[in-house]
């Protein structure tokens, strides 16, 4: 049977209750876009408490993968606290969400305990210079033509685009989009003079002795080229395209990540780390093929979780002139690895989609009703309400969709927590 004609629902009531008797569940979660909206800017992000407290319940089971950041002021650990009546129970308490950060080089448990494994202190030296040269260049470049965009202004869009992450620098230009939206050829020029300021910083960076040091990522992106680099999506009439410019630190990857998560999944249930204590992304293989082999080679499959993997951020779209499909998206990486996975341990891994479309940032959305209609007519393809985000021929099967965005997410989450009970 066709994988479309069973996946790609949009009822989670079978999934919840098969959930629920797993045995060994874990699941790997997004955050921005999946259980809190997308917005322009992440200081005004807010996460709530009952999720945070679902999250606390399913500890063992569960850990976040994420491109943002646990720790700064634009980090996810005081979104925690500010939902909190004291913020103190944090920590107290363990209600911080565990798992990878920064794409993989930020380790963090339920106590708010981090580390960069494997991060250099001539790396996290350079990172730390990024903000101010990224606001500097912001500066300049948006003062003059064709921008021009005067002060006070300016200063308000460049505080709101630069984050100053610890370990992942971003300039997020979620502010110049809807700034420019009527001139939309302004804000592609914008999109290409943030991608070469990027390049130039690899430059300084190999001056330095850190040539093989970072990579940049870009979300959403078009798929990798043929020399393994993101590919920049250009905005259009109906989405941002690419907003985030992240510098980050090689091996950074979600699809590496999962596999030190499961590391340190194997160590809760057994004692010890299949791959080692010190294992971190930055000393993994990158491919999938290779992952694979590693987890083939290092995991007992006696203790190899049914794992399902959440995310919001994929795309699919055909490239103008040559016809060719271009897949990307941040999350889509580990989601496919989680699936490869369930094929060669012969577990019944699912993946959830998030469409948050509804949030502030402009992204490809699902048609609910589209996909309503194959409760009637199974054989029904979904990919006319799929269009940006998969496609037919499309390696990656979606399990399940929440059309309704982080709201109905967090909803179901927090059912599964209630059910499956205290943590162990």
């Not at 399913?58 to 850990?63: I, Q």
């Amino acid at each position: 049977m066709a994988d479309y004609l069973t996946g790609y629902s949009l009822d989670s009531t079978d999934l919840l209750d098969s959930l629920v008797a797993t045995e060994r569940l874990l699941i790997i979660q997004d955050l921005d876009g999946v259980c809190m909206g997308l917005v322009r800017d992440p200081l005004t992000r807010v996460i709530e408490r009952r999720y945070i407290a679902a999250a606390a319940r399913l500890a063992g089971r569960f850990y976040v993968l994420t491109n943002g950041e646990h720790i700064g002021r634009r980090g996810v650990n005081s979104l925690i606290e500010n939902a909190l009546v004291d913020p103190s129970h944090a920590r107290e308490q363990g209600l911080y969400l565990p798992g990878l950060a920064a794409g993989g080089v930020q380790l963090q448990d339920r106590y708010a305990e981090v580390s960069h494994p494997g991060v250099s202190d001539a790396e996290l030296q350079f990172l730390l210079e990024v903000p101010a040269q990224a606001e500097t260049f912001l500066r300049r470049r948006l003062a003059a033509a064709p921008y021009e965009i005067d002060e006070p202004l300016l200063s308000t869009l460049v505080s709101s685009a630069v984050l100053d992450n610890r370990v992942s620098p971003t300039l997020n230009l979620n502010v110049f989009y809807q700034q420019f939206k009527a001139s939309p050829s302004i804000y592609c020029r914008l999109q290409q003079d943030v991608a070469e300021f990027m390049a130039a910083l690899h430059l300084q960076a190999a001056d330095r002795a850190l040539d093989a040091s970072f990579f940049t990522h870009l979300a959403p992106n078009s798929g990798r080229d043929e020399h393994g680099h993101e590919r920049l999506k250009l905005a259009d009439e109906n989405n941002a395209g690419t907003t985030d410019f992240q510098f980050m630190l090689s091996g950074a990857i979600k699809e590496v990540g999962l596999l030190v998560l499961l590391n340190h999944y194997y160590f809760g249930q057994t004692g010890a780390y299949p791959l080692g204590a010190d294992f971190n992304p930055r000393q993994a293989p990158h491919t999938q093929a290779e992952l694979l082999k590693l987890a083939s080679d290092k995991f007992d499959p006696q203790f190899m979780p049914r794992i399902v993997g959440v995310g919001d951020t994929l795309s699919s779209h055909v490239q103008q002139g040559s016809g060719e499909v271009l897949r990307g998206g941040s999350d889509r990486g580990f989601l496919q690895l989680i699936q490869a996975l369930g094929e060669l341990f012969e577990q019944d891994n699912k993946l959830i989609y998030i469409d948050s479309s509804a949030g502030e940032v402009r992204r490809p959305g699902v048609d609910a009703t589209f996909l309503q209609r194959r409760k009637a007519e199974p054989a029904l393809e979904p990919w006319a309400a799929l269009t940006g985000i998969t496609d037919a021929a499309d390696p990656l099967r979606l399990d399940l969709i929440f059309s309704g965005g982080h709201q109905q997410y967090v909803e179901f989450f927090c059912a599964l927590a209630e059910r499956i009970g205290n943590p162990r």
